[in-house]
């Protein structure tokens, strides 16, 4: 794995999500499952799941763009890896939680698809103009 692509999508991911979650969404995940959420967020595991989502995009998606050099492939296999890492959550959690919202889950697998697609395309980008 190139660790420099990986230090490229880190700060790309939280800018994105951050915005996602502290404007666009801010009070939509507490309408939908507030019920649910705890008071104080875990840090360890948003962290690991950050890391570990980055490092998935940047296996399967980016560096395999970059090896093709087709910024379409970041875009549309960033989209299926966010939809189906999405899915996973979601999905599980409608299948076995009482009151699991629909609207949620479409509403998380359609961000997951363009959030997974936006960094994978803007750092596929950045990657191409400083030659990685």
């Given at each position: 794995?190139?660790?420099?692509?990986?230090?490229?999508?880190?700060?790309?991911?939280?800018?994105?999500?951050?915005?996602?979650?502290?404007?666009?969404?801010?009070?939509?995940?507490?309408?939908?499952?507030?019920?649910?959420?705890?008071?104080?967020?875990?840090?360890?595991?948003?962290?690991?799941?950050?890391?570990?989502?980055?490092?998935?995009?940047?296996?399967?998606?980016?560096s395999p763009a970059l090896a093709?050099?087709?910024?379409?492939?970041?875009?549309?296999?960033?989209?299926?890896?966010?939809?189906?890492?999405?899915?996973?959550?979601?999905?599980?959690?409608?299948?076995?939680?009482?009151?699991?919202?629909?609207?949620?889950?479409?509403?998380?697998?359609?961000?997951?698809?363009?959030?997974?697609?936006?960094?994978?395309?803007?750092?596929?980008?950045?990657?191409?103009?400083?030659?990685?």
């Amino acid at each position: 794995m190139n660790f420099k692509l990986y230090l490229i999508a880190l700060p790309v991911f939280f800018a994105i999500d951050m915005f996602w979650l502290g404007v666009v969404a801010k009070n939509f995940y507490k309408e939908q499952i507030g019920f649910l959420m705890t008071p104080n967020v875990n840090w360890t595991a948003a962290i690991i799941f950050y890391l570990v989502f980055i490092l998935g995009l940047v296996l399967f998606v980016i560096s395999p763009a970059l090896a093709k050099s087709s910024l379409q492939h970041a875009i549309v296999f960033g989209a299926l890896f966010g939809f189906i890492t999405y899915a996973t959550y979601d999905l599980t959690n409608l299948a076995t939680l009482k009151d699991w919202p629909l609207t949620l889950t479409i509403v998380d697998l359609i961000w997951g698809s363009v959030l997974a697609s936006s960094v994978s395309s803007v750092t596929y980008y950045l990657a191409t103009k400083i030659n990685i």
